[in-house]
């Protein structure tokens, strides 16, 4: 759980950083774009423990 805590805490600041600075977020500034993302994950998730 710390991980993830870290990470998200990691990404709050690095994101406000890219906004200070005025430039494009590295990541899908939209909700389908996140979950694509997710999608990607999960479809890993799941090859990996079924096959």
Same mark, same amino acid.
């Given at each position: 759980m710390r991980v993830v805590l870290l990470s998200g805490l990691s990404g709050f600041i690095l994101?406000?950083?890219f906004s200070m =600075?005025?430039?494009p977020i590295p990541?899908?500034?939209n909700l389908a774009g996140i979950m694509g993302v997710v999608g990607i994950y999960l479809g890993? =998730?799941?090859f990996n423990t079924f096959f």
């Open positions: 994101g406000s950083i =600075l005025n430039l990541a899908p500034p890993y =998730l799941a």
